[in-house]
Structures are given as C-alpha cells and as structure tokens.
C-alpha cells in the first residue's frame, strides 16, 4: 500500500461534429492521482478520428499519461474537482489501466468511453468512497455493484491546488441503463472551500435524495436538502441558502429547492 494521495476529476466540453442541430454537448473526462494525470484519447484528443468517424468504435482504446496543472487534452484546465483519496500505487494503477484495456478493446462514444473509464478508474482508486456529482455518460457501464453497502458511514478529507473539502456520506449508489441514469443518496453532507481557480464557500447538507438523468440533456431529483453556498466551482456559478437556488454554468442549468429541482443541459 502506497502514501495516501488526492484523486480529482478534471473534464473539458467537447463539440462532436455530425451528431445533429440539437445534439447535446457532452465532456471529456480524465483522472489525476498526485500529479498524473489518466484519459482515453478519445475525441478531443484524436480529432482526425472525428472527422473521419472513427469515435463510433473503430479506434483501438488508447491512455494517455500527462503531467501538470491540466491533463494533455486540456481536461482540469480550470483546477478540475477532488473526487477523493487513494493508497493505490502506480504500478497497481499502471496495472489496472492494462487489464480495463484488455476487457474494452475498443474506443466507442456510446459505450467505452472515457466517462466508464474514468469513472470506473475512480470507484477503483477509492475504494468506493468518492463524490462525484456529474452522471457518466456510458451505454453500458451499471454500476450500482461498485458501490458500498447502505448505512456503511465514510467520506474523506483533502486539500491541493486552492481547493478543500471534505464530505461524508451514509450511503451512494448508481445505475445506468442507455441513455438514462439513476443515482441515490442517503445522509450526505460536504464542506468545501474554493479559491482558485473558482471562489466560494459551500455547504451541502442532503438528508436523502434521488436523481434521474436522460444523458446529459434533462433530469430532476427529489429528496430533502439543506444546501447553502455561494461562488464558482467545478465550471459553474451557484448559489444556495437553505437549499433554494440554482446554477449555471459547464452543467447547464439547475433550479433547486429543498424537496427537489430540475437541470438542463447544454444544446449546440
């Protein structure tokens, strides 16, 4: 077992050509463990394979490994967000990355992506224990089984590049089937302060909650929440008091209250 280091999630908007007027504008996402930063070269990376319509699977999966402040497709340009912590050491995590290769041959937009492969990269590194409020966008990961049992109390505390936090949860879990996704939360509460790249200070206070999304186009939760913050993190401006409020910004836009809320993403 290897020192203790910061997991973080950095994404990049992308702008796929050929998918229709009202296509949706999905992200590029990449993982960084201490100061290595993890992705599929998918299509923000291999433009040539958009173009020639390559990203529907034909292109062999492919990891790439970079070094600072933003990963080399320019995922976590803006800071990315700490997702949580792990002991995982880069051999066990070099040897990881081999196996997901071995089982996912193939790049493909709506199935092995670089949603499932960070994600999954994710769950694996912290043993479950993360927090990451963005839905994968993966036709066949389901992944309610890498999730911890409910009622098993345990978060984590980190802090790296202007960002600290600390969340802790009751329980989490997900599900997706295509196109949609299921999430659940029960006794969630994180503490975090930013300053740059972002600035605020937020407190997210869920009893329970659960959320429904149809990819990143439109969803709603319903639940009991406290939530209460104001600034800019994770690529969007928000504010909260006592869970009425909203957000806009890299997620689209979010209308909450303390019983539930609405978001819409972005459309080209």
Known sequence: MGEERVVKLGRKMMLPKGLGPFATIPHHWAIKVGDTWYEIAGLDIASSDVLNGNSWGLKQSEVNR???????SGAGKYGGEIVGKTRKTDFEINQWISNWIRDNPRYDLLGDNCHKFAYELMVW???GIF????????????GSQLCRQFFDLAGFCAAKEGNAIASFSLAQGRMRMGLFEGKAQVGQITAQGVCGPGLGLFVDAKVAELKLSAGNIIGGHVGLNGNTGIGARNGNLEA????FGGKVGADGVEINTPIGGVHACSVM
């Open 240 to 243: 909260h008091f006592l869970g």
């Open 66 to 72: 970079s070094f600072g402040y933003a990963a080399k």
């Open 125 to 127: 590194l912290t043993d």
């Open 131 to 142: 927090r990451c409020e963005h839905p994968a966008h993966s036709g066949e990961y389901i």
